[in-house]
């Protein structure tokens, strides 16, 4: 009796062993890359297979491109492959066989094609893996939102809501200061090697899409700062394309009859050889002429030429082995630059810049782990030129002479990367390891020639208008400058990071990384942990709660460092009835401290939500805490009396705090519309910059930014018109009025740094483009209408309490009405 249960257990647990081994061997797994059209990995694009019974199985490819899917049923399947900015495969069918399953699989960019309806990837999706909160501009949001200057770049950057501009057009992104943020193109750290600001320029219309990354990112970005931008543009493929837009020039008959503004913009690529060789080359030229008012005719106009072109190539020495090549070279001339309603002509520079960046990356397969080699380097040459040797005048409501000094500085950069961008391996979920290392060389050298500048009162002893300094009473403050006028400063930096993103199950992904840069000039090493998480309620892609907390190494800036090392300022200072006011002249000089300054950080914290609704609507929240500390910035250590030494620490701690609330609708392939509010605070407790030609002798205080911008909302879309098929598009933003400081005749601040405000902005432009065939091509017209309401967005005010016209305010965008004109290509 005991022999026979032992004898039907034994045959239970065959019976149990075969059919696993049946059920297993009738499971696939599924295996495979994804790649673009001309064989690069691409990195998050999402799949979804899905059976006769309508059960769905999704993945997602890692920074190599490759996916898995194991334990799928074997037979018969459709697969669907979406990332954003790309064409999507919809519908295919595929057969899993029992066993292991290997697929490359093929998504082209998108592309503006006539020859068949193709379905891009909606921009309204969420990626369960990305614990980065990005916000993205594609080509067609770049192409088809209309801003003022619609072949500047960083004009359509600011229809995101992270981006604003400031009243001197540096951008900003997420409250930081533009040095503060590292811009990338195609991987490569492309902001100036001096101040870290993006300086360079490329043809617009080569412009694959633009990413913000404002927290969350992980720890392969080196000197990411506050935030990131990334650029990529295109390598070409086996189809020859070409596009040119406004290749007609413009006259402007203002002033007599002058070339007017001309915005020419060309791009060609193709095979060099098909299957194997591409490239990629796209110029722009850009022309300005402008009338100032309020300047007097035939002294009322500035000019300036500039161009670039940025070629890209790309061989495959092998499918498993690619090289990339890139040069961007830029040029730029301008006449009477700096001229406005209160500064005229004389007091204008001549300013010619140079850009050279050229860049070589290697990507290998090695089994299947994707590792990254690259270099680039770059310079840039900036001069300005007065228009003369006067000396220089401040006027309580303007200025006069020639501007007090010339200038002529290059910055140069040496960069190296090397790392594994993913690694995939499967432990209680699925990891993805990264690694890498780089190092880079910065230098910046200046020469410069400085004059003379006078202050003046307004009124002189007589009660005639102050315009000379020989005017009795006139001049209240004299400056000159003293040293040598060539500083040099060097650098080195270098890091390394590792990093997992961990995909414990379908409802929660941690990504936990550690980086470490060293600087020289800090003589120090800091270590920056950050960990972020991803918490998806459904376990799909209809909703997700992100959550990070991070360290952050901030570049430092060079041009900032140099001052130590160039000249001194000396000041005198005259009373009412012409005498100098004692102690004169004083002495004011940059110092650098004895001991080694800390390397600048900020630590954030961030918090989202995303959340689709009825399918193509995506609302979501983002909330940001940024604190920065050790920021580098100096400071009077004689507050209380003019003259002394202004000393460099590290005791700046910049705060930003924001909570934006967006949401994106896509009706169709030709329809959308997206809108963002932004709530935020961005103040500093050291706001000044004292510089030679613009010190305070007062102590650092806290206060607003210059860009500080509480209130912002920014709404953009288009959608087809039954009215001869014309698309209208819009862009409307609103925002807070930037900040001012208040100075007095001796130039020293009034109250509390940047304690008033412009009024607030507000502008909508409107936009209609007719696209036509002739002579078997597709072209485009646009006509744009910039401030359609005509409101007033002043940039300059006059800030001197003494002047009689105090408070007034001037310059900003006018209405004004553009013409675009581009070639799309075969009908």
């Not at 790309?86 to 503006?112: D, K, M, S």
């Not at 460099?648 to 809108?675: I, N």
């Not at 039954?722 to 900040?739: A, D, M, N």
Request: charged letters at 15%.
């Amino acid at each position: 009796m005991r022999f026979a249960r032992q004898l039907t257990s034994a045959l239970a647990c065959l019976c149990i062993f075969a059919s696993l081994e049946t059920r297993a061997a009738d499971l696939a797994s599924c295996t495979g890359y994804v790649l673009d059209e001309d064989g690069v990995p691409v990195a998050a694009a999402q799949l979804k297979l899905e059976d006769a019974a309508a059960h769905v199985y999704r993945t997602e490819s890692d920074g190599a491109g490759r996916f898995t899917l194991r334990n799928l049923p074997a037979g018969d399947y459709k697969l669907e492959v979406r990332k954003q900015d790309f064409f999507v495969i919809a519908g295919r069918a595929l057969t899993l066989q029992p066993g292991p399953n290997e697929l490359t699989l093929t998504i082209n960019h998108a592309q503006e094609v006539h020859e068949q309806v193709q379905v891009t990837a909606r921009p309204n999706q969420i990626d369960p893996q990305d614990t980065a909160q990005r916000n993205t501009l594609t080509t067609r949001d770049i192409r088809d939102i209309p801003v003022p200057s619609p072949h500047v770049l960083a004009e359509s950057l600011v229809a995101l809501p992270e981006i604003t501009q400031d009243n001197q057009g540096n951008l900003h992104i997420a409250g930081a200061r533009s040095g503060e943020t590292q811009y990338l193109l195609d991987g490569f750290e492309i902001g100036d090697p001096v101040n870290g600001q993006l300086t360079s320029r490329f043809n617009v219309d080569a412009t694959r899409a633009a990413e913000v990354q404002s927290s969350g990112f992980g720890a392969g970005y080196a000197h990411a700062g506050a935030n990131i931008l990334s650029l990529d543009t295109p390598d070409g493929d086996d189809r020859w394309r070409f596009g040119t837009t406004n290749p007609a020039p413009g006259i402007n008959i203002q002033e007599g009859v002058h070339l007017g503004n001309w915005f020419p913009r060309f791009t060609f690529s193709g095979p060099i050889k098909r299957g194997r060789f591409w490239l990629s080359n796209s110029i722009s030229v850009q022309h300005t002429f402008a009338v100032v008012k309020g300047q007097p005719s035939g002294a009322n106009t500035w000019e300036e030429w500039a161009g670039d072109n940025l070629l890209r190539l790309q061989y495959n020495i092998t499918p498993k082995h690619i090289l990339h090549a890139s040069f961007l070279y830029n040029i730029a001339r301008g006449t009477n630059l700096g001229l406005d309603a209160l500064d005229p002509v004389s007091t204008t520079v001549t300013g010619d810049q140079h850009r050279y960046f050229g860049s070589l990356k290697d990507q290998v397969w090695l089994a299947d782990t994707l590792f990254d080699f690259g270099i680039a380097a770059d310079e840039s040459i900036l001069a300005f030129i007065p228009q003369g040797t006067q000396t220089y005048v401040l006027l309580v409501n303007g200025s006069s002479g020639n501007y007090f000094q010339r200038l002529h500085q290059v910055g140069r950069r040496l960069q190296a990367v090397a790392g594994m961008p993913a690694a995939t391996r499967h432990w209680h979920g699925t990891h993805q390891f990264a690694v890498g290392l780089n190092a880079a060389s910065l230098t910046y050298s200046l020469i410069a020639d400085r004059g003379e500048i006078q202050a003046l009162n307004a009124f002189a002893s007589d009660e005639t208008t102050c315009s000379s300094a020989l005017q009795p009473g006139c001049l209240v403050r004299q400056t000159t400058f003293s040293g040598p006028a060539t500083p040099y400063v060097s650098n080195t930096q270098a890091g390394g990071y590792v990093q997992d993103t961990w995909s414990i199950s379908k409802y929660l992904v941690v990504q936990a990384g550690l980086r470490t840069d060293w600087d020289r000039f800090a003589q120090s090493a800091m270590a920056e942990p950050r960990v972020h998480a991803n918490i998806l309620p459904f376990g799909d892609d209809t909703s997700k709660i992100s959550l990070g907390w991070g360290i952050y190494n901030v570049p430092l800036n060079l041009s900032q460092i140099a001052q130590a090392f160039d000249q001194q300022q000396l000041d005198t200072f005259y009373n009412s009835t012409g005498n100098i006011v004692a102690p004169s002249p004083v002495v004011s000089q940059f110092v650098l401290p004895a001991n080694v300054l800390q390397q600048p950080r900020f630590t954030m914290y961030s918090g989202g939500w995303q959340q689709k609704l009825v399918h193509n609507t995506l609302l979501g929240l983002q909330l940001l805490a940024r604190n920065g500390s050790h920021g580098f910035a100096y400071v009077d250590q004689q507050p209380m009396q003019p003259g002394g030494i202004f000393l460099l620490q590290d005791t700046r701690k910049d705060r930003y705090r924001s909570a934006t609330v967006s949401v994106r609708h896509v009706f169709s392939e030709d329809m959308e519309v997206y809108g963002a509010y932004t709530r935020s605070v961005a103040h500093s407790n050291e706001v000044l910059n004292p510089a030679l030609g613009s010190i305070f002798y007062v102590a650092q205080q806290p206060g607003p930014v210059l860009w500080d911008a509480p209130n912002r909302v920014v709404t953009w879309g288009w959608a087809p018109t039954h009215i001869w098929g014309i698309q209208l598009s819009y862009f409307f933003e609103y925002r807070t009025g930037y900040p001012f400081s208040v100075i007095n005749l001796q130039q020293q601040l009034i109250g509390p740094p940047n304690s008033s405000r412009f009024p607030a902005y507000a502008s909508l432009n409107i936009g209609l483009e007719k696209k036509f065939g002739f002579r078997g091509y597709l072209w485009g017209v646009r006509v744009e209408a910039v401030n359609i309401l005509d409101r007033q967005n002043p940039n300059t005010v006059v800030n001197n309490i003494d002047a009689p016209n105090f408070g007034a305010f001037s310059g900003g965008q006018g209405l004004a009405f553009t013409l675009r004109v581009r070639f799309i290509g075969r009908k």
